[in-house]
């Protein structure tokens, strides 16, 4: 079956109520598109856990509500027909990508706030950001009724605070962490990483390397939290890397930790040039 392209919710919505009704499996991605090798594994993923005869779904949505007024909305790049190809070769049956009037009538004003989960870290800069993520997701899953929805972990807080929000509002849905896709080199694939020009691409790589130093310094026995941070910190900034935030947390709970150890991760966030980045690894 050729992949299919919708662009209302309500006939999304009958579409997925209808199909579930009917005994298939629903498996999807939410993404805002602009699709990448990352993306591709989470898409994969939904097709094989769709199963036989299982509907693997994916939504393209810049989601204007997780966005700040002085953010990127509406440089963020887009590549509809691209996109499309992409999801058809992961073997995706259907994609939703909407009209953001559409997703959020005129007079819109129930919002889905996770509270600790979306405290700190990200939210440090980044204010409202998991309150726009959190209803978008909570609609998506309104509108497409999955059994399983698949997340990356390059996006560690935002998977911490789905977790968060479908267990504290019960929705019957399994929430699947994927791991991150890198490029050879190690840069976690973004969308964003097309705003880095070829040297600021370079300077990029400085994430992936402190994430991994911290592993192999943690391997080898440190586990002081606050050395472990300052050494990520200190290796962002000599390679010109304007830090945000680089935290030793507990991986579910997102407290900050004292110790390094199992259950534990380091979150870092950097600006490389105008583009913020983001990446994590687990901590031995
Ligand atoms: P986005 O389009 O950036 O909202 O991402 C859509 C989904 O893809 C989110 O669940 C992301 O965590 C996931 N994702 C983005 N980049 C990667 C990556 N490099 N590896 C794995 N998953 C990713």
Known sequence: MPIELVRDPREWQSRCLEARAAGRR?????????????????????????????????????NPAQFGPAEDLTQ???DLPRDLATCE????????????????????????????TAQGLCAGTRPGHFRGVATVVAKLFHLSVPHVALFGEKDWQQLQVVRAMVRDLD???????????????????????????????????ALSKALRQAQVRAAGGEREAAVLSREAREALA???????????VHSERLERLAH???????LVAAQVGRTRLIDNVELP
């Open 76 to 78: 963020y790049p887009r």
């Open 171 to 205: 929705f019957a849905i399994e929430v699947a962490g994927m791991p991150i896709v890198r490029e050879a080199d190690g840069l976690a694939l973004s969308s964003r990483n097309v705003y880095l020009s070829r040297e600021e691409r370079g300077r990029a790589l």
């Open 238 to 248: 000599r390679e010109g890397v304007e830090v945000e935030y680089v935290e030793v």
């Open 260 to 266: 390094a150890g199992p259950g534990s991760r380091m």
């Open 26 to 62: 629903i498996a999807l991605v939410p993404t805002m598109g602009f699709l990448h090798a990352g993306h591709a594994s989470l898409l994969r993923g939904a097709r094989e856990r769709a199963g036989p005869g299982g509907l693997a779904l994916a939504s393209i949505f810049v």
């Open 89 to 116: 070769a992961a073997g995706v049956d259907w994609v939703l990508a909407p009209e953001p009037g559409d997703v959020y009538a005129s007079g819109h004003e129930t919002w889905i706030e996770v509270e600790r």
